[in-house]
């Protein structure tokens, strides 16, 4: 099984909503990923966790809030959105060693966000 | 940080011409170089990588070059199908990680039958 899931798929909110995005995996990986992808661009990282520890946060504002309860899952809150955040939001995850084929990172399909 | 620069944005191939991406990446230290391949719609797909101390791999048609002195790396894909058209992203770790990645800004490969 090399399927990450995310849910949901779509989701629309407004500017004062609380909305949370899930991400699971099954596959035994350790590292798990958050990536905001706009239109036609490449995904950003946003978060890494690295058993079950936020191990980077590339200076993503506090609106949006990561949390990993265990190492299947991985969550981001969402709170006081602005337009400018819709975007489709990416999970990955890896197996988190160093090493040859350790690190390939296996995406979600995504939750595409609007925030109205 | 990493930068990665991606060439070209768009490419148009006919079926059955090969098509080429090229890549540069700023941080010689980086010795991680993955390639996505995202349809319209769907997840990104790690399709083939390449680790610094290899200068070239190859699985059935598609290959990458490594060109460490010059900090280019490329992505070839021969006799093209209609079914590899999507978009292709480069990327290339920060030094010291593998978890970290930065992506090219991506190429939207047309394979016309």
């Known amino acids: 099984d090399t399927e990450v899931t995310q849910t949901p798929k779509h989701l629309v909110m407004g500017m004062t909503n609380k909305k949370s995005l899930k991400c699971e995996q099954h596959?035994?990986?350790?590292?798990m990923y958050w990536y905001k992808q706009k239109a036609k661009k490449p995904p950003e990282l946003m978060f890494v966790y690295s058993y079950e520890k936020l191990s980077i946060n590339e200076s993503v504002p506090s609106r949006f809030s990561p949390e990993c309860p265990n190492s299947s899952l991985l969550n981001l809150h969402l709170h006081a959105l602005q337009p400018e955040d819709s975007a489709l939001y990416l999970c990955?995850?890896?197996?988190?060693?160093?090493?040859?084929?350790?690190?390939?990172?296996?995406f979600g399909a995504g939750t595409r966000l609007s925030v109205l | 940080g990493e930068n990665v620069e991606q060439h070209p944005s768009t490419l148009s191939v006919q079926e059955g011409d090969s098509a080429v991406i090229k890549c540069t990446y700023s941080d010689s230290a980086s010795n991680y170089f993955p390639w996505y391949k995202q349809e319209l719609g769907k997840r990104p797909q790690l399709i083939i990588d390449?680790?610094?101390?290899?200068g070239e791999k190859k699985d059935q048609r598609i290959a990458v070059t490594l060109n460490k002195t010059a900090k280019h790396f490329s992505l070839h894909i021969t006799e093209t199908q209609p079914e590899d058209s999507a978009v292709y992203f480069c990327?290339?770790?920060?030094?010291?990680?593998?978890?970290?990645?930065?992506f090219g800004t991506g190429t939207k490969l047309q394979v016309i039958p």
């Open positions: 990327a290339a770790n920060s030094p010291g990680g593998y978890q970290k990645v930065t």
């Open positions: 990955a995850s890896s197996q988190g060693l160093a090493g040859w084929g350790k690190n390939i990172q296996y």
């Open positions: 596959m035994g990986h350790r590292a």
């Open positions: 390449i680790r610094s101390n290899v």
